[in-house]
């Protein structure tokens, strides 16, 4: 009686076998997504520094300026200086004699590690530094922006020795 | 006994695959995962699934549209963990798997008995992302995973 069941139950399990592929197979799954719909963040620029020295002779960059952008959609990046964009002389006796804010407003020019990316200034065609937000770069997502100040000097330009000079720039982002 | 046990250890099937999808939207800050995503096997005796992912396991978009301007492909591929009573997973939600071109296992398990049994597998994906990819807003991106199964 016991013998009998069993040969049931394994004519049972052949036939679902027998019903099943017995090859392996494989299925297609879609993995879907979208972004979100906008977001901005500037990190905190490095600062931009004349590693030459300024003379009135040669137009000189800066080297640093580097700020982060993490974004998702489009953005613009806008820049303005203190001084009109002019260099300022420090307080002190070494610059006694020096012009206290120099001539000419520094030129400001732009560069990314990463595509989608467009400079409103070039290192070949900068753009004037002014008191007033001027449009240095534009772009898509996240990226790492270099800007770069050149001062070119004037004629009229008095300068004495070790003088430090100085401005602040701010930089504005705007999705765009 | 012997000849029962041989021929139900042969009985293998995989159903069509539900969509994975990210309800989160993808962005720059944090991983987000997928939910959604299973699929059917029936089994009697060992199974095991395994996966493959379209561009190397990484989620692509159309490049047009709202795409146009961003990362057509983007920096890392997805990870992966599977989930399921009776169902075995290398991977995990705190240490998940890495997808790509090449066929992994996500999951395994066994059937005993003399009856074939369906299995449900969760998959699960997860976008971590990389400081190289430039996300446009409202821009989809997808991929297709394939999985496949076997004794």
């Known amino acids: 009686m016991h013998a009998r069941k069993f040969l049931v139950v394994a004519a ?20 879907t997504g979208t972004t979100i719909g906008s977001t901005l963040a500037l990190g905190v ?30 953005w613009v990046m806008r820049v303005s200086g203190t001084n009109g964009g002019k260099l300022a002389a420090a307080v002190g006796a070494a610059c006694t004699g020096s012009t206290g804010v120099l001539n000419n407003a520094l030129h400001v020019f732009s560069s990314a590690t990463l ?4 400079a409103a200034g070039t290192s070949v065609s900068p753009v004037t530094l002014s008191a007033t ?12 922006v270099t800007l770069g100040y050149r001062h070119r000097p004037s004629s009229s330009d008095q300068f004495t020795p070790a003088c430090p000079y100085s401005l602040t720039s701010t930089i504005a982002l705007a999705a765009s | 006994m012997a000849s029962a046990g041989s021929a139900s250890a042969a009985g293998l099937s995989v159903g069509v695959p539900t969509a994975a999808a990210f309800t989160d939207p ?11 995503g299973a699929v059917s096997v029936t089994a009697l005796g060992s199974w095991q699934l395994r996966v493959r992912g379209t561009d190397g396991g990484r989620l692509r978009s159309t490049g047009a549209g709202l795409c146009a301007n961003g990362s057509a492909l983007l920096g890392n591929p997805l990870g992966f963990w599977a989930s399921g009573s009776g169902v075995t997973s290398p991977g995990s939600s705190q240490s998940p798997l890495t997808l790509s ?9 066994n059937v005993g008995g003399l009856v074939a ?3 449900t597998v969760g998959v699960i994906y997860r976008y971590v992302p990389s400081s190289q990819d430039q996300l446009p807003a409202g821009c989809p991106y997808s991929l297709t995973a394939t999985i496949d199964l076997s004794a």
């Open chain 1, 12 to 31: 049972a399990a052949a036939a679902v076998a027998a019903a099943l592929p017995s090859a392996a197979s494989a299925q297609d799954q879609a993995v």
């Open chain 1, 45 to 74: 620029p490095v600062a931009a520094t004349f590693g030459a020295n300024l003379g009135p002779t040669d137009t000189v960059d800066s080297t640093g300026g580097v700020v982060a952008v993490t974004a998702v959609g489009s």
């Open chain 1, 115 to 118: 595509g989608n990316f467009t």
């Open chain 1, 133 to 144: 937000a001027a449009q240095v770069a534009s772009g898509t997502g996240s990226n790492t």
């Open chain 2, 26 to 36: 993808l962005g720059t800050a944090a991983p987000v995962d997928t939910t959604g």
């Open chain 2, 101 to 109: 071109g090449t066929s992994q296992v996500m999951a395994s398990g």
């Open chain 2, 117 to 119: 049994l369906a299995v």
